[in-house]
């Protein structure tokens, strides 16, 4: 059987940036440990006299239709962005983020 122990879940998670709880890495220890036995299942598997190619597709990939609309993401954000100053999008400030007004005081 091979399984996961919660001490690579967090070691994992570090290499990650992630800082799970304990719930988080019971639930993550039991996911991992599933991931790993499904593939040392896939890995019984008999393969003897497959061929790699086989499995491959023989035909060109699709190219552009021709006369297409160009790719959005060509173009800068800015020229989407309804206020953009110095390299960044300007939104309207959240009123109710400000403390004052968190707290009842205007």
Do not use: H
């Not at 996911?31 to 036995?37: A, G, K, N, P």
């Not at 299942?41 to 597709?57: N, T, Y």
């Not at 699709?62 to 954000?77: E, F, H, M």
């Amino acid at each position: 059987m091979v399984a996961a122990s919660p001490e690579e879940i967090d070691r994992i998670a570090a290499l990650a940036c992630l800082r799970l709880g304990r719930r988080e890495n019971r639930e993550m220890t039991k996911d991992i440990s599933r991931i790993l036995e499904y593939v040392a299942q896939l890995q019984e598997v008999d393969v003897e006299g497959i061929s790699e190619s086989s499995i491959a597709v023989d035909w060109a990939a699709p190219t552009r239709i021709p006369g297409a609309l160009p790719d959005p993401l060509l173009r800068p954000p800015s020229d989407a962005a309804p206020d953009w100053r110095e390299g960044f999008f300007v939104v309207p400030r959240l009123s109710a983020l400000d403390r004052d007004e968190a707290d009842g005081k205007e």
